[in-house]
């Protein structure tokens, strides 16, 4: 008999409901994330650890953090270094990006997020697999109080170790415990190399047989990570079992609240309250449900994804986490514009995500906010200008006759969108299939590749590989003391080889580790320090490079210092072995140019900062001996005035000579100081302030000048746009700035000199000189223009042949040969000349020769049979040769023989000439 479904309306259907409802203790989700946390740490003594950014710092093969258990990760496989043996985690999560990618389902179904919290807990050889299943059990059945008899459990059919331990819990019967295959019961962390194990999966029953298997809603996954897959992907053991549990919480709220989808939980409401009430406001129509369309869903999703990305320090861009970030955002905005409506408003609903938090849990919500919706309103202007911009690339597309029959854009338009516009690929394909088109995404994809390809310097593919090899040494315990922020260290400090390799890569360059190291290369932008080692044997090497291949990392990339010693010797390389002596030299007048431009960033994001009247975001910098860059989110260009005000703020500051104050702090009083951080940075517990007092305050590991005066004068030397959303400012201090400065004045002197501009009482000669000449250009171009349009009218211009043209498709075609005036350069003259001799007569088909240059032209509508380009090849070959093609309507070429060709091609027309002449 087929089960008949109550409408969610019923009354039957609501007491259903209520008396599912009656069963379960009613908890809210901040309650559920506290009674979780409270449960492992004072009922079973784990420490709480805060959630990790996003962006996962200790793992380069994944896009975003995706689990609870990636800021862990190397605990498992070595747990002494774990600084605790058991832990608790509600761990903010992205599923949008890489291997594990829900982007697409958002909206569609009742449990896909972009955004989700994971709840865990983990032991690092602290419990065993008994202890993990019991607090599981005991958590959901006791502090939760779920029906027992509403759930089950699966375990990997060879854990028979998990299955007796279920066996033994009170209330699951054997029926409930289902044995499961490697597929489902074995958790790795994708393709790549890393910690993995069998698991144990708790199930819900949501008791709905509608649902076929998903009557099981899962909603616990208990891993008992046992082996480490390596990149070969074989199973190594791990010295000791350890346990990685994860809960959904929007899941579970959706259990305990009884609601059939994530979206009808509290984690959602004030949002959903918030885009109505914002419907309404803008006067959209719109009913309260929020499952009758998936627009409203893919919108409270995507806010809760993209302000935790941006608070973690992800930035709109064309690729990578940026690329991911700008898809979701446009997404968003695509489905409000779906939605009824026309002008912003996402970051109106910022609010509403501040309130579903508003039990703190994430603080950076808060203090972040101000840059969090400035990026995400300058987002949606740009998608509005993009979106039309992008438009009118793509609507010509879809008319165009020669892709009819294939409807499918080309790949270099989607590329050009994606790449100039800033046009996420899925939307191009969005907005193709709703008309029935394809995009060919496999070109496209190669498309960026070869981009990809062509940007990568090879030095970088190379130092690449060298970094890979220095961290290897991360293995033996190389942790080097940097003691380059101190200037009596930097020249003839005595250290010792603590390693050193060869590089491999054909250039014979080694690398080493040094105790102490004096040389700077810990990034931040700041570029590294050069300079020279002698070692034991008096020679010297050069210090070409020096990177942080690991945290508190230090490698020097060195070279043979002279031409004369090319061949390293056998002395040397001794010299270069664990424990010897060597003096190290920093490049001191290097290093003073580099920290001037690198405290003069600090003044310059102040700067922006005071300027813009937002709050800005970095986006990255970079900081030479002799110039600085810095990348920063803002929508529009600077204005003149704007640059000034920056340069006059930076400048008078720095004629007070401000001295920093550089002091270490834990990093939440660092931040409760007010020091800017970067969101993307990864800073330890403490952290080192660079504070010029009053002026600016950053967390920052690079070096500065020991006054402010050292950054005088200051000077912005150009300022653009990177990416849509993103600008780049350049600037120069000190004696690059002065140099600067100094060639400019030499050329405004040159110009005062050849413009004769000399000073009047009327003003500056070079501003009244330029003023004069940029008028008297806009009139000769009127004039020209004027002259132009006579001239393409001019009688003058009769054919020099009238005849026909014989062996085309059609009969005998009526032509007109006409040599044009020779002092015209102007292709723009050509087009309009030959437009206006087909407007005189149509009935021909014109041929205009200037030098060896050579058009076609002809109307379409008179001559339906030819083709201009083809005419022009046929007409080409007949007249000697030479090169061109173009439009049905019109073509260019080059003879390639000049006069003569010109004569070929007049004799030819007059020999075909038959009857007609026109
Ligand atoms: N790592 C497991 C998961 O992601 C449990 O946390 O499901």
């Known amino acids: 008999m087929a089960r008949i479904r109550l409408p969610r309306s019923s009354a039957l259907f609501k007491e259903a409901l209520w008396n599912q409802q009656r ?24 420490v709480a650890v805060k959630s990790s950014s996003l962006i996962p710092h200790n793992d380069k093969s994944l896009m975003f953090t995706n689990a609870g258990m990636v800021q862990f990760k190397e605990y498992f496989r070595n747990p002494a270094v774990a600084p605790f043996k058991q832990a608790t985690s509600i761990q903010k999560c992205m599923r949008a990006g890489g291997k594990h990618n829900d982007l697409d389902n958002v909206g ?27 607090m599981a059990w005991r958590f959901l059945t006791e502090v939760i109080q779920l029906p027992k008899d509403r759930l089950r459990v699966t375990v990997l059919a060879s854990d028979q170790e998990s299955y007796d331990l279920w066996k033994n819990q009170e209330g699951i019967p054997e029926e409930k415990i289902i044995r499961c295959d490697e597929k489902d019961n074995f958790w790795t962390m994708g393709e790549g190399a890393g910690p993995c194990g069998p698991c144990t999966e708790i199930f819900w029953d949501t008791q709905n047989d509608d649902l076929g298997e998903d009557r099981w809603l899962e909603i616990w996954n208990l891993v008992f990570m046992q082996h480490y897959r390596n990149d070969q992907g074989q199973l190594e053991n791990l010295p000791i079992v350890c346990v990685d549990t994860g809960m959904g919480l929007e899941r579970l709220a959706s259990v305990i609240q009884s609601k059939e989808n994530n979206y009808e939980t509290d984690v959602f409401g004030p949002l959903f309250e918030g885009l109505h009430k914002n419907m309404t406001d803008s006067g959209i129509e719109s009913s309260r449900d929020i499952n009758a369309t998936p627009h409203k869903k893919i919108i409270v999703d995507h806010l809760r994804a993209m302000s935790f990305l941006i608070a973690d320090g992800v930035i709109p861009s064309n690729v990578g986490r940026g690329y991911v970030l700008r898809r979701i955002i446009r997404r968003a905005l695509r489905s409000g514009n779906q939605l ?5 408003f996402m970051a109106d609903l910022y609010g509403y995500l501040l309130e579903s938090f508003k039990d703190g849990s994430y603080p950076e919500l808060t203090e972040r906010q101000d840059s969090i919706k400035g990026v995400i309103h300058q987002e949606e202007e740009i998608f509005m200008s993009t979106l039309s911009k992008g438009l009118a690339l793509l609507e010509p597309v879809f008319k165009q006759k020669d892709l009819a029959d294939s409807k499918q854009v080309p790949a270099e338009i989607a590329f050009k969108l994606y790449d100039t516009f800033g046009f996420p690929l899925d939307l191009t394909v969005l907005i193709a299939e709703e008309r029935g088109w394809s995009v060919d995404l496999a070109k496209v994809e190669e498309l960026k590749q070869k981009q990809q390809e062509q940007g990568r310097a090879s030095w970088k593919a190379t130092s690449s590989l060298v970094h890979a090899k220095a961290a290897e040494w991360k293995e033996q315990g190389v942790f080097p003391t940097f003691t380059g922020y101190h200037r009596e260290n930097l020249t003839g400090q005595s250290s010792t080889v603590l390693a050193s390799q060869s590089t491999d890569d054909g250039t014979g360059d080694m690398i080493l580790s040094i105790e102490p190291c004096p040389f700077y290369g810990l990034g931040g932008g700041q570029s590294p320090d050069t300079g020279f080692v002698r070692l034991a044997n008096g020679s010297e090497w050069k210090v070409v490079d020096v990177f942080s291949p690991y945290e508190r990392g230090l490698a020097i990339r060195i070279q043979p210092a002279s031409m004369e010693q090319e061949s390293v010797t056998e002395e040397d390389l001794l010299c270069l072995h664990k424990g010897f002596q060597l003096t190290a030299f920093v490049d001191t007048k290097r290093r003073e140019g580099v920290a001037a431009h690198h405290s003069a960033t600090h003044m310059l994001n102040a700067a922006l900062r005071k300027t813009l009247g937002k709050p800005i975001m970095q986006a990255g910098s970079l900081v030479e001996p002799d110039r600085l860059r810095f990348d920063f989110t803002h929508g529009k260009p600077i204005s003149q005035n704007q640059i000034h005000e920056i340069e006059n703020w930076i400048n008078t500051t720095a004629l007070q000579s401000v001295q920093p104050v550089i002091q270490e702090y834990p990093l939440q009083k660092a931040i409760d100081m007010g020091s800017i951080a970067v969101f993307s940075e990864k800073y330890g517990d403490v952290v080192r302030v660079v504070d010029f007092p009053k002026v600016s305050m950053e967390l920052c590991g690079g070096t500065h000048v020991e006054d402010l005066s050292k950054i005088y004068p200051f000077k912005i030397l150009s300022e653009g746009s990177v990416a849509a959303g993103t600008r780049r400012i350049e600037a120069a201090v000190g004696k690059s700035a002065s140099q600067f400065l100094i060639e400019q004045d030499r050329m405004v002197t040159r110009l005062n000199q050849d ?30 223009s004027r002259l132009l349009e006579k001239m393409v009218k001019s009688p003058a211009a009769a054919p020099v042949q009238k005849g026909a043209l014989r062996g085309l498709e059609a009969d005998a075609v009526p032509v007109q040969i006409h040599e044009l005036d020779g002092e015209i350069l102007d292709q723009d003259y050509f087009s309009k000349k030959a437009n206006f001799l087909k407007e005189q007569e149509p009935n021909a088909v014109h041929i205009l020769i200037w030098k060896e240059n050579m058009m076609v032209a002809l109307v379409q509508k008179q001559f339906p049979t030819l083709h201009a380009g083809k005419v022009l090849k046929a007409v080409l070959e007949k007249a000697g040769g030479g090169k061109g093609g173009g439009q049905a309507q019109v073509a260019r070429g080059k003879l390639s023989n000049g006069e003569e060709g010109l004569r070929k091609l007049i004799q030819l027309s007059t020999q075909s000439s038959s009857s007609s002449s026109t």
């Open 340 to 344: 009824g409506f026309t002008k912003p």
């Open 23 to 46: 069963h379960l203790r009613q908890m809210t989700t901040p309650e559920l994330r506290k009674e979780f946390t409270e449960f492992f740490v004072k009922d079973h003594g784990h």
């Open 108 to 134: 569609y179904t009742p449990r896909h997020h972009t955004f989700f919290e994971m709840l865990g807990n983990f032991s690092f050889g602290q419990y065993s697999k008994a202890a993990a299943i019991q």
């Open 755 to 784: 413009l004769k501009a000399y000073a009047t009482s009327a003003g500056n000669g070079l501003d009244l000189k330029v003023n004069k000449i940029k008028d008297q250009v806009a009139d000769l171009s009127k004039q020209y």
